[in-house]
């Protein structure tokens, strides 16, 4: 393997020994796969990031921590990218941690494991969990300063919250869903969610069902929880959902994994009337398309991310005094007012 960077750069990216750098560059015995794969993704992102080389200012290393399905971490990961090259003359880097379901013990020895090497700050999505919020404290305790994205930990020391007004984007959906779906006898709606831990998307839910049920006093909601916004796990919840309600002809999903909704409907052969999703990533984007999907609730991710490392930049005395960050606009998006960089994307 080539040296383009000092073993030291790329033990710092990676979060591992200079030992282990060495041994992995030498394609010396004993290394285990997975340390391996994070030496070679440290340098993978150190390429990514070398256009800020040789830029005259103050640099920044911060953790990118997400518990979320890799289709959103892929996407969060590329607009941190986009707007870290656009903060000059600071040089921003980012070491990532990013995981599907991930235990919240692991989740948690993974932000101990940072706390104790050092970080200039943590950008980080997690569940509203007492052991999450703790190490949270480990952190600032350690003059971290930790950014909470989409989903809040209210009650830890996080410095700022970044993100969806997730309220108002509840809202939104039921105000859309409640002039779409036409009168019946008893409809059902099924709001589907990654886990009932996400303080993001039970504030989701609570404004989701204000304002239906302000709205539409004909319609019952019905709530699945723990699907991790996975496939198979979705799938099992929301025929069983459907089986108990033969009512269910909608369906407002909070917590994503929309194609194995979609498949759980066809394979019990149930119609959805009226179907609105989050996040307009490759996934939603072709059900968009395809009219699976009626509606797409997103918001700018590169807004977020700029925010987030604003918020950093003043912690450490490098930018102006920093306010409340401002919370990302809910953008309805259906088929006819896509970007114009995804009009002519059919892939």
């Given at each position: 393997?080539?040296?383009?960077?000092?073993?030291?750069?790329?033990?710092?990216?990676?979060?591992?020994?200079?030992?282990?750098?060495?041994?992995?560059?030498?394609?010396?015995?004993?290394?285990?796969?997975?340390?391996?794969?994070?030496?070679?993704?440290?340098?993978?992102?150190?390429?990514?990031?070398?256009?800020?080389?040789?830029?005259?200012?103050?640099?920044?290393?911060?953790?990118?921590?997400?518990?979320?399905?890799?289709?959103f971490s892929s996407?969060?990961?590329?607009?941190?990218?986009?707007?870290?090259?656009?903060?000059?003359?600071?040089?921003?880097?980012?070491?990532?941690?990013?995981?599907?379901?991930?235990?919240?013990?692991?989740?948690?020895?993974?932000?101990?494991?940072?706390?104790?090497?050092?970080?200039?700050?943590?950008?980080?999505?997690?569940?509203?969990?007492p052991v999450v919020?703790?190490?949270?404290?480990?952190?600032?305790?350690?003059?971290?300063?930790?950014?909470?994205?989409?989903?809040?930990?209210?009650?830890?020391?996080?410095?700022?919250?970044?993100?969806?007004?997730?309220?108002?984007?509840?809202?939104?959906?039921?105000?859309?869903?409640?002039?779409?779906?036409?009168?019946?006898?008893?409809?059902?709606?099924?709001?589907?969610?990654?886990?009932?831990?996400?303080?993001?998307?039970?504030?989701?839910?609570?404004?989701?069902?204000?304002?239906?049920?302000?709205?539409?006093?004909?319609?019952?909601?019905?709530?699945?929880?723990?699907?991790?916004?996975?496939?198979?796990?979705?799938?099992?919840?929301?025929?069983?959902?459907?089986?108990?309600?033969?009512?269910?002809?909608?369906?407002?999903?909070?917590?994503?994994?929309?194609?194995?909704?979609?498949?759980?409907?066809?394979?019990?052969?149930?119609?959805?009337?009226?179907?609105?999703?989050?996040?307009?990533?490759?996934?939603?984007?072709?059900?968009?398309?395809?009219?699976?999907?009626?509606?797409?609730?997103?918001?700018?991710?590169?807004?977020?991310?700029?925010?987030?490392?604003?918020?950093?930049?003043?912690?450490?005395?490098?930018?102006?005094?920093?306010?409340?960050?401002?919370?990302?606009?809910?953008?309805?998006?259906?088929?006819?007012?896509?970007?114009?960089?995804?009009?002519?994307?059919?892939n």
């Amino acid at each position: 393997m080539s040296r383009p960077f000092l073993i030291k750069d790329i033990a710092q990216q990676a979060g591992v020994s200079v030992a282990t750098v060495d041994r992995v560059l030498n394609n010396r015995p004993n290394v285990r796969a997975h340390m391996a794969r994070r030496v070679e993704q440290a340098i993978e992102a150190l390429q990514r990031q070398r256009r800020q080389v040789g830029v005259v200012g103050r640099k920044f290393l911060v953790d990118l921590v997400m518990d979320t399905p890799q289709r959103f971490s892929s996407a969060v990961r590329a607009a941190l990218e986009l707007e870290m090259s656009t903060l000059r003359p600071s040089i921003f880097r980012a070491r990532d941690e990013l995981h599907e379901a991930w235990p919240a013990g692991e989740l948690v020895a993974t932000l101990d494991r940072i706390a104790a090497r050092g970080s200039h700050g943590v950008l980080l999505k997690a569940p509203n969990l007492p052991v999450v919020v703790d190490a949270v404290s480990r952190l600032v305790d350690r003059g971290i300063p930790v950014i909470t994205l989409v989903t809040d930990l209210p009650s830890s020391r996080r410095l700022a919250y970044v993100g969806l007004d997730n309220r108002a984007a509840g809202e939104t959906a039921a105000y859309l869903l409640g002039q779409w779906l036409q009168p019946g006898p008893g409809v059902g709606v099924l709001v589907s969610m990654s886990s009932a831990y996400f303080r993001g998307e039970e504030e989701r839910e609570v404004g989701f069902r204000a304002v239906l049920r302000s709205m539409r006093n004909d319609v019952s909601v019905h709530t699945i929880s723990d699907g991790q916004g996975v496939g198979e796990r979705t799938t099992v919840l929301v025929q069983a959902q459907l089986r108990r309600h033969p009512h269910i002809a909608a369906v407002y999903s909070i917590g994503g994994a929309n194609e194995a909704i979609c498949r759980a409907f066809d394979q019990m052969a149930r119609p959805c009337r009226c179907f609105i999703g989050h996040d307009l990533d490759k996934d939603n984007l072709a059900l968009l398309r395809a009219g699976r999907l009626h509606a797409v609730l997103d918001h700018d991710l590169r807004h977020d991310m700029r925010q987030a490392c604003l918020r950093i930049l003043a912690a450490h005395g490098a930018g102006g005094a920093a306010g409340s960050p401002d919370l990302s606009n809910v953008d309805v998006m259906t088929p006819f007012n896509l970007p114009a960089s995804l009009r002519g994307d059919a892939n």
